[in-house]
């Protein structure tokens, strides 16, 4: 298992679109631990392989107290989705920074577990906006972009300066 390096906003290949997975073999589930560890270090309760520079549609998603709950989507498609809902969302790859964004209530997701095996999940709440949060990132969207010119130029700023910082 391994940590891995986590792109930071605004890095352009966070705009990739991820392909699908082929086939869900050795190499895939080794991602899938390296990325659960990751997340879990962060710590954080989701994490799309978009983040780790890795453009293959696959996401890790843990939202229990214990952090014992993880959660692997592979291919994963919305087939429904419902209602609306605003959720006060961070991410890894834009620490600090936490908006409010709007999105649907409730998703039905089909993906395909860990085994390769497809499944289809109904989610709400905290878990839905996660989904979507996710999938966003596949789709090589950062939840900032839902955010006013002005709000993604300020937070666009803060992270340089950071990154800066940090150099
Ligand atoms: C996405 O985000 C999410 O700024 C997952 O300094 C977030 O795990 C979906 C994190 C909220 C729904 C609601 C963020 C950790 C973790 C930070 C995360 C930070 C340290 C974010
Ligand atoms: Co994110």
């Known amino acids: 298992m391994a940590i891995l390096d ?9 705009y990739t679109v991820a392909k699908p997975v082929k086939e869900v073999d050795a190499s895939i589930r080794r991602l899938v631990e390296d990325m659960a560890q990751t997340m879990y270090a962060a710590p954080g309760i989701g994490l799309a392989a978009t983040q780790v520079n890795v453009h293959l549609q696959v996401i890790v998603i843990d939202i229990s107290e214990d ?7 592979i291919n994963p498609k919305l087939v429904n989705k419902c209602g609306s809902q605003d959720y006060e969302e961070g991410c890894l790859s834009v620490p600090g920074v936490y ?26 709440g905290l878990l839905a906006v996660c989904i ?27 992270m340089k300066k950071r990154q800066r910082e940090f150099a």
Do not use: C, W
């Open 6 to 14: 986590i792109l930071n906003y605004p890095d352009p290949r966070l």
């Open 67 to 73: 952090k014992n709950g993880l959660q692997v989507f």
């Open 99 to 124: 908006e409010t964004v709007t999105r649907a209530e409730t998703v039905t997701v089909e993906a395909l577990d860990i085994n390769g095996k497809p499944f289809t999940l109904e989610a709400e």
């Open 132 to 158: 979507q949060h996710e999938m966003d990132h596949l789709q090589g969207k950062v939840f900032v972009d839902y955010l006013s010119q002005l709000k993604q130029t300020r937070i666009k700023t803060r």
